[in-house]
């Protein structure tokens, strides 16, 4: 049987391959666990996280290992980012720098990040500490960009 989780993933992994216009290589992040960090390009961290929830809003839960593990990525690669899969209704991409800034694990070891949208608009995040100030278009386009101005 195919993990859940394998479908969602695959989703992120496909749009990369597809929009970007020469090879790249995609590699698992060694982890205990559930696979759920990449390297991409051997230059770039990439952590997925997916909500089967068919309608809005998207809670998305980490745990102490999983933002030990972005920070362990930021220390291996200079650009890290978060790609949280909102069922079928799109991706939405972070930074870490923007992950961080709306991330609070506070006293139960566990933090959230909540991604909602309203019909023909753009993606809402937020987190037990923030707001992000700007709303975040669908799309992988922020990895892609970033992969293109690191060569």
């Given at each position: 049987?195919?993990?859940?989780?394998?479908?969602?993933?695959?989703?992120?992994?496909?749009?990369?391959?597809?929009?970007?216009?020469?090879?790249?290589?995609?590699?698992?992040?060694?982890?205990?666990?559930?696979?759920?960090?990449?390297?991409?390009?051997?230059?770039?961290?990439?952590?997925?996280?997916?909500?089967?929830?068919?309608?809005?809003?998207?809670?998305?839960?980490?745990?102490?290992?999983?933002?030990l593990?972005?920070?362990?990525?930021?220390?291996?690669?200079?650009?890290?980012?978060?790609?949280?899969?909102?069922?079928?209704?799109?991706?939405?991409?972070?930074?870490?720098?923007?992950?961080?800034?709306?991330?609070?694990?506070?006293?139960?070891?566990?933090?959230?990040?909540?991604?909602?949208?309203?019909?023909?608009?753009?993606?809402?995040?937020?987190?037990?500490?923030?707001?992000?100030?700007?709303?975040?278009?669908?799309g992988?386009?922020?990895?892609?960009?970033?992969?293109?101005?690191?060569?």
């Amino acid at each position: 049987m195919i993990a859940e989780y394998k479908f969602y993933h695959g989703v992120v992994l496909a749009e990369l391959v597809n929009l970007m216009d020469r090879a790249v290589s995609i590699n698992e992040l060694h982890e205990e666990g559930r696979l759920s960090s990449y390297v991409i390009d051997d230059k770039l961290g990439l952590q997925i996280k997916h909500s089967a929830n068919r309608l809005t809003p998207w809670q998305f839960t980490f745990t102490k290992q999983n933002l030990l593990q972005l920070l362990t990525m930021q220390t291996h690669h200079k650009l890290v980012f978060l790609a949280l899969v909102c069922h079928d209704d799109g991706i939405v991409t972070l930074s870490l720098e923007e992950a961080i800034s709306i991330l609070s694990p506070g006293e139960s070891q566990q933090a959230w990040i909540r991604v909602e949208r309203r019909r023909n608009e753009w993606y809402a995040v937020s987190g037990g500490a923030a707001e992000l100030p700007n709303k975040k278009p669908q799309g992988v386009q922020p990895i892609i960009q970033a992969l293109y101005e690191s060569r």
